[in-house]
């Protein structure tokens, strides 16, 4: 089913839906939010996108290549981040102890590590939804077409 107003509607608000994900994501140790909230947020646009066109649409944007890609490099920074700190000499993710730099409070740049933290985290929540919705959604479509992916053989 192809509905116009639909479309034109998602394609104004999902930019300024992706805007508002990544300002929560950047500014989350600031303000209410963070990585998950603001990665919810963006990874919800993408689904949104791909469910007013169509998957293939929806894929050309994000591939679900990249989508997993980007997962493992989310978690990749969070992990990195949390190792710096032990070669630093502090806990795992330990921040201003274990000497990361804390700028002038309310800056944008005065979380230490947190904002850094909070990128990766937002990242991989954002991936982790647009890669589970194609599993989701690639699945419904195989037992659609009658491939269930069950061996006949």
Avoid: W
């Avoid at 303000?31 to 050309?60: H, Q, R």
């Avoid at 937002?122 to 419904?140: A, D, N, P, W």
Wanted: charged share 10%; net charge negative; glycine share 16%.
């Amino acid at each position: 089913m192809e509905d116009q107003i639909v479309r034109m509607v998602c394609r104004i608000i999902v930019p300024f839906i992706q805007v508002f994900g990544m300002f929560i994501i950047i500014f989350g140790h600031l303000s209410p939010g963070g990585g998950f909230a603001g990665g919810a947020i963006a990874g919800a646009s993408m689904v949104l996108f791909a469910l007013s066109f169509n998957l293939e649409e929806g894929s050309k944007k994000l591939k679900e290549e990249t989508a997993s890609a980007l997962e493992s490099g989310g978690a990749l920074v969070f992990a990195f981040m949390g190792l710096i700190a032990v070669l630093l000499g502090g806990n795992y993710l330990t921040n201003l102890a274990a000497g990361f730099p804390a700028g002038t409070a309310g800056d944008l740049l005065s979380g230490g590590a947190i904002p850094v933290i909070t990128l990766g985290l937002g990242i991989k929540v954002t991936s982790s939804i647009i890669t589970l919705f194609y599993h989701l959604i690639g699945g419904e479509e195989a037992e659609e077409h009658g491939n269930s992916g069950e061996s006949t053989g």
